[in-house]
């Protein structure tokens, strides 16, 4: 089936720690998108990506870092520095204007 | 930056009850997009609606962009209806970079 799938569901971290979440496609889209989710709000822009080896900060990015080494992969890297990363991670991709979405990852500190 | 804003922010209704959300937009926005999020967290998107009307069986969505709002109608609402409804939007000089609203929380009771 095509889709989008992040994993891991659940990530825990521990102070200081890096941690990297997955989202790989097999839609054949070029563009492909990470947003933060904090509860009760709407959804923040952290990296976005049209091609690949190319991408671009969002909104949020400090703290973050990614990669897009292949069309079908943009992992996300929540590095130490970003200070509270407690959060629901979502993945999208697109083709055109019409974005979506993956199931998620909830990332909780230690 | 172009600010979203949804209304209600809540939503209480019974199984049959029609509703209507509302999505207003501080500015020009392109690529207008409607979104459920399941209480799972998974995201749908529902409607690319830039302008015009769109119908999707008992969804149907109108965005008006000269008065830079757009609205969502729910007819004879399901439990399975129930989630958080987000309207999100790109400026015209960037529209890779959705901006979402804080969305509307629908709950449908039988």
């Known amino acids: 089936d095509g889709g989008i799938t992040q994993s891991p569901k659940y990530l825990f971290r521990k102070e200081g720690q890096n941690v990297t979440l997955s989202c790989e496609q097999n839609l054949n889209h070029d563009a492909m998108y990470w947003y933060r989710q904090d509860p009760g709000q709407g959804l923040r822009l952290i990296y976005y990506?049209?091609?690949?080896?190319?991408?671009q900060k969002g909104d949020i990015a400090e703290g973050y870092s990614v990669s897009r080494e292949k069309k079908e992969s943009f992992p996300l890297t929540v590095t130490s520095a970003q200070k509270n990363p407690t959060a629901f991670y979502l993945c999208?991709?697109?083709?055109?204007?019409?974005?979506?979405f993956g199931p998620g990852t909830r990332l909780l500190v230690l | 930056g172009i600010q979203v804003e949804q209304s209600p922010p809540d939503l209480i209704l019974q199984e049959g009850a029609n509703s209507t959300l509302r999505c207003n937009f501080s500015?020009?926005?392109?690529?207008l997009q409607w979104f459920h999020q399941n209480p799972w967290g998974q995201l749908i998107n529902l409607f690319y609606?830039?302008?015009g009307t769109k119908q999707n069986g008992r969804l149907s969505a109108t965005t008006v962009a000269t008065e830079r709002y757009s609205l969502l109608y729910i007819s004879s609402s399901q439990t399975t209806d129930s989630g958080v409804y987000f309207c999100a939007g790109g400026a015209s000089y960037n529209t890779d970079k959705l901006i979402f609203g804080t969305g509307t929380r629908l709950q449908v009771f039988p």
């Open positions: 990506s049209q091609i690949v080896n190319d991408f």
């Open positions: 500015d020009s926005v392109n690529n």
């Open positions: 609606i830039p302008s």
């Open positions: 999208a991709s697109s083709m055109g204007e019409t974005q979506y």
